[in-house]
């Protein structure tokens, strides 16, 4: 199992484009990995998931981004997605529920799913702004096998967010389905982004 921590690349050049508005724009906001290759980060765990084999690295993912023009702003749009799948040659398709996620994870499927805080209501779980995050497995209890490429230690001990995880063997975030939906409430409908091999 490969783990990518987006915190370790901070010299990594991820560039992204000024104007999201403006497909013509020259790509000029000059971004990194750290700040914001979450989604780069997660697709090449879900490659290693899928292909174990594989050579896929973040410079890869930022070369499908910058082919499909899903280097917005400070991040990666939904474009992304099913690029990547696209370019890996995996079966791809958009779920809204953590029931579809579960159905593809136990068909030898790996997800991304993208969260977000959902303003005045409550503090993001994963992030306080948007995030993307892999999703590797389902536990026989039910809860969601999680990489998040922005985890570092004490993360989830901060108001709001305390018990609401598991940490397994370092890295791996387990959580319950329905606070994972709660956590894509702001970005549906379809938050998982859902592969699998052809």
């Known amino acids: 199992m490969k783990y990518v921590n987006q915190k370790k690349y901070p010299d990594l050049t991820y560039v992204t484009r000024a104007n999201p508005e403006d497909p013509k724009h020259e790509l000029g906001k ?18 290693d998931r899928l292909l174990p084999n594989t050579e896929f690295f973040l410079e890869d993912a930022m070369a499908i981004s910058y ?20 370019k890996m040659g995996f079966r791809f398709r958009f779920g809204s529920t953590t029931d579809e996620l579960k159905e593809c994870l136990q068909t030898g499927g790996a997800a991304m799913v993208t969260v977000s805080e959902v303003k005045g209501e409550h503090p993001g779980l994963f992030t306080h702004g948007g995030h993307v995050m892999a999703i590797i497995g389902v536990e026989p209890d039910g809860r969601f096998a999680i990489l998040d490429p922005s985890y570092l230690p004490g993360k989830f ?27 894509t409430r702001a970005r549906q409908p379809g938050a998982y982004f859902l592969y699998w091999r052809k």
């Not at 000059?30 to 490659?47: D, H, I, K, Q, W």
């Not at 082919?67 to 696209?86: D, I, Q, V, W």
Request: charged residues 30%; negative net charge.
């Open 30 to 47: 000059r971004t990194t990995v750290s700040s914001a290759g979450c989604a780069l980060c997660s697709a090449v765990m879900v490659a």
């Open 157 to 183: 001990d901060e108001e709001g967010r305390r018990g609401k995880v598991e940490i397994k063997n370092d890295v791996i975030l387990l959580c319950e389905p329905e606070v994972l939906q709660e956590e």
């Open 67 to 86: 082919e499909a023009g899903a280097n917005r702003s400070a991040g990666t749009s939904r474009k992304f997605f099913p690029a990547f799948g696209e």
